[in-house]
Nanobody, 130 residues
Framework: QVQLVESGGGLVQAGDSLKLTCAFS????????MGWFRQGPGQEREPVAG????????NIIDSAKGRFTISRDNGKNTVYLQLSNLKPEDTAVYFC???????????????????????WGQGTQVTVSS
């Protein structure tokens, strides 16, 4: 069984930074690609970033390129999302999720598809004031 716990959200002003953390508990963290998704008020959940099992492949949505960075520490079973130069439109609940790789080349075709992820955290709120 896998459990994911996010932390690091908060209320900030436009232009500020936050670092979100997702702690993975369970077996074989390196069998999982990880993703970050977000859901703003009245909006559908959307992908934000993904990272494959060894951290060598990452993806960021266009609206966040140059501002957000995803990384992982396989020694600590943790994935991070660094948010910089935050904008009010980044306000959302941010979720981390786990996508099983297990030797399958699935990351590239699936990192942005919520339905492909097996486990989800409870989310952490990020609110950006103007």
């Amino acid at each position: 069984q896998v459990q994911l716990v996010e932390s690091g959200g908060g209320l900030v002003q436009a232009g500020d930074s936050l670092k979100l953390t997702c702690a993975f508990s369970g077996r074989h963290f390196t069998s999982w690609a990880m993703g970050w998704f977000r859901q703003g008020p009245g909006q559908e959940r959307e992908p934000v970033a993904g990272i494959n099992w060894n951290g060598l492949r990452t993806n960021i949505i266009d609206s966040a390129k140059g501002r957000f960075t995803i990384s992982r520490d396989n020694g600590k079973n943790t994935v991070y999302l660094q948010l910089s130069n935050l904008k009010p439109e980044d306000t959302a609940v941010y979720f981390c999720a786990a996508l099983y790789e297990g030797g399958i080349s699935i990351y590239d075709s699936s990192w942005d598809q919520a339905a492909k992820y097996s486990y989800w955290g409870q989310g952490t709120q990020v609110t950006v004031s103007s």
